[in-house]
């Protein structure tokens, strides 16, 4: 008597095969590019777009009552308190995805500090949405910024300005890959959270202000 075969296995759902190839091409990413690119040029990326590094800063200038000495005081403050707004924003939104959705990181990832109990997830990049909410918000007061470093007599940065400040977004998201911390697909979806949270920042701080004025009126 012929035993019967076991019944098929169901196809993969969309979200299993969009899960198996982010983690074929980001690994095949980083095994092609990790022999080549020098490791501290990525951990400075890294380092430059992290929280601990980020919100000091910030808090140092909003501080320091000498960081601008020039007439535009206030509207500089309001700039760094949009990149401050911006970067609690992030954790507010970042964290809690992780917790939930709760992605294992690559098993290549090697060498990572771990701050949080949060960073053991790899689903959204939060080293990708900071730094593409800095760039964000540089774009959208791009002609402040430029106005500022006039003023500081840092000329020579103007006409790159924002050729340097989304380089640097751009290059440390994509080093997240190359270091073997996230995903393709966390990359992209951090990148996408950081530009919405910009805009977002942006657009509440401008209605706050608006809403201020016409109430004074």
């Given amino acids: 008597m012929k035993s019967k075969s076991p019944p098929p ?54 501080l ?6 020039n007439n535009n005081t206030n509207s500089n403050n309001i700039f760094l308190i949009n990149l401050l707004l911006g970067g609690i924003l992030d954790l507010i939104v970042i964290g809690p995805l992780k917790h939930l959705i709760r992605r294992p990181r690559p098993v290549y990832n090697k060498n990572m500090f771990v701050s949080f109990s949060v960073d053991h997830w790899s689903f959204p990049s939060g080293h990708s ?42 290059t440390t998201s994509l080093s997240r890959v190359l270091l073997g911390r996230h995903f393709v697909f966390d990359v992209v979806v951090g990148v996408l959270l950081g530009v919405g ?3 977002f920042v942006l657009w509440v701080f401008n209605y706050v202000a608006l809403t201020s004025f016409f109430t004074k009126l």
């Avoid at 601990?52 to 910030?58: A, D, V």
């Avoid at 320091?64 to 000495?69: D, E, R, V």
């Fill in 197 to 199: 949270e910009g805009i």
């Fill in 129 to 170: 949405s900071r730094v593409s909410m800095i760039a964000t918000l540089f774009y959208l007061k791009s002609d402040f910024v430029k106005d500022v470093l006039v003023q500081l007599k840092y000329d020579l940065f103007v006409d790159y300005l924002m050729l340097i400040v989304i380089g640097w977004a751009a």
């Fill in 64 to 69: 320091y009552p000498l960081a601008f000495s």
């Fill in 9 to 62: 296995l169901p196809p993969p759902s969309y979200l299993r095969r969009i899960i198996d190839f982010d983690t074929a091409i980001s690994h095949r990413i980083y095994t092609l590019t990790h022999p080549i690119l020098p490791y501290y040029f990525l951990k400075t990326l890294e380092i430059s777009g992290d929280g601990f590094l980020f919100f000091p800063i910030i808090l140092s200038l909003l």
